[in-house]
């Protein structure tokens, strides 16, 4: 009897004891996730404040950094974006591949927020009629992360203007629509395949989206040309592969070189 209770006390004491370090490990790695995200989100949040400092001037009279000044960090920028009524105020970034900046900085450095980026198979000086620009979707307005704020109609409504600066040349942004599509959707996905025309595009645009500019889409129907359209992208929660698009018409601003 003696050596049962004291199997069974043991074994009482092994259970406990068990319990307890599983608390200790799940304590620790829950402080080690919330750590590790904080630091992601810090991360990005020096980057975009280093890179704000250099956030070319649009008219050449100001005072401030120049396009060049952003090159000097990293030849692959491209671009800068911004849209107002957000923190969307990157630079873009394009590489040899899609992969090249989904988890790579501005400075080349590995860090899971990556860099807003344009599609490797789109022109890099955005004569394309229709680019593609990818970001990750961030807690805190880090990233495309405000790009889910134009799902909610009151916001698309209200925020529907942006600006995109390259080196010698600006557009002023007009968004013309907001779509939650699978990350398969070629209309959005492929983007050689509408240079050119995009009658389709445009098409699938209206019968898809969630919130529709028709007064831009009217004037965009109305010229002869061919509108070129900048579609920005990330992750959206609605089902497995979702993904936020808001899809935006260029024009050249008259700042434009």
Not at 154 to 167: V, Y
Request: charged residues 20%.
């Amino acid at each position: 009897m003696k050596i049962s209770r004291l199997i069974l006390k043991t074994a009482d004491a092994l259970i406990s004891f068990i319990i307890v370090l599983s608390l200790i490990i799940a304590g620790v790695y829950a402080s080690y996730a919330l750590w590790d995200n904080n630091r992601v989100y810090a991360s990005a949040g020096d980057v975009q404040d280093d890179m704000i400092k250099l956030k070319p001037k649009i008219d050449e009279d100001e005072s401030g950094p120049s396009f060049e000044d952003l090159l000097a960090v990293n030849s692959d920028v491209r671009a800068w974006v911004s849209l107002n009524g957000t923190e969307i105020d990157y630079p873009i970034l394009q590489g040899n591949t899609n992969l090249s900046y989904i988890n790579t900085d501005v400075y080349g450095n590995f860090a899971l927020a990556g860099s807003i980026f344009l599609d490797s198979r789109n022109d890099a000086s955005f004569h394309d009629t229709y680019s593609l620009l990818y970001g990750h979707s961030m807690e805190n307005s880090r990233m495309f992360g405000d790009l889910n704020l134009y799902k909610e109609e009151s916001f698309f409504r209200e925020n529907q203007t942006g600006t995109l600066i390259l080196p010698n040349k600006v557009y002023n942004l007009r968004i013309i629509a907001c779509l939650i599509v699978p990350s398969s959707e070629d209309s959005i996905f492929v983007p050689d395949q509408w240079q050119g025309d995009i009658v389709e595009l445009l098409s699938f645009t209206e019968n898809n989206a969630l919130y529709l500019n028709n007064d831009v889409i009217k004037d965009m129907k109305s010229v002869n040309e061919a509108p070129q359209l900048l579609s920005f992208t990330t992750c959206s929660s609605e089902f497995t592969d979702a993904r936020t698009v808001i899809l935006a018409v260029m024009k050249p601003s008259s700042t434009s070189n």
